[in-house]
């Protein structure tokens, strides 16, 4: 099979736009690139914010559907080196960024000691950021 990443390009000078179709038969290549854009669009929205980048990578390779996730496996993921309850007000705070720029549905639960998040949906392509 001999293929090009683009089948056709129509270019229409009246309206300033050009139109791109891609070959189908690369459709699996054209859902990675698309991930990583949305990927990187998340990073950029979380710039400085090193633990929030690092929980949305490991949440976004997660399989789909309902995670439920101990703060105490969190804490493991990032590594920290600060006491623990610094430790969980950091990864509250990464939640809570991964909430804020639309990525992510969330609460928080105990179950006896322990506190758990529930992760109720994941949206990659950053709902309040669509608006724009």
């Known amino acids: 099979m001999i293929t090009h990443l683009v089948?056709?390009?129509?270019?229409?000078?009246?309206?300033?736009?050009?139109e791109i179709v891609g070959d189908k038969r690369l459709w699996?290549?054209?859902r990675y690139d698309h991930k990583v854009l949305l990927g990187l669009k998340a990073l950029a929205?979380?710039?400085?914010k090193e633990a929030a980048q690092s929980l949305y990578i490991y949440l976004e390779s997660m399989p789909a559907g309902t995670l439920f996730i101990s703060m105490k496996r969190?804490?493991?993921?990032?590594?920290?080196?600060s006491p623990t309850n610094v430790q969980n007000q950091i990864i509250r705070r990464a939640l809570a960024d991964l909430e804020k720029i639309g990525y992510l549905s969330y609460s928080?639960?105990?179950?006896?000691?322990e506190i758990q998040f529930i992760i109720h949906a994941r949206h990659p392509k950053l709902?309040?950021?669509e608006v724009f």
Do not use: F, I, N, P
Request: net charge positive; proline share 0%.
């Open 74 to 81: 969190l804490r493991e993921r990032l590594a920290l080196e």
């Open 45 to 48: 929205e979380l710039a400085k």
């Open 28 to 30: 699996e290549l054209y």
């Open 108 to 113: 928080e639960t105990k179950k006896g000691r």
């Open 7 to 18: 089948q056709s390009a129509v270019l229409d000078m009246k309206s300033d736009t050009v």
């Open 127 to 129: 709902r309040s950021l």
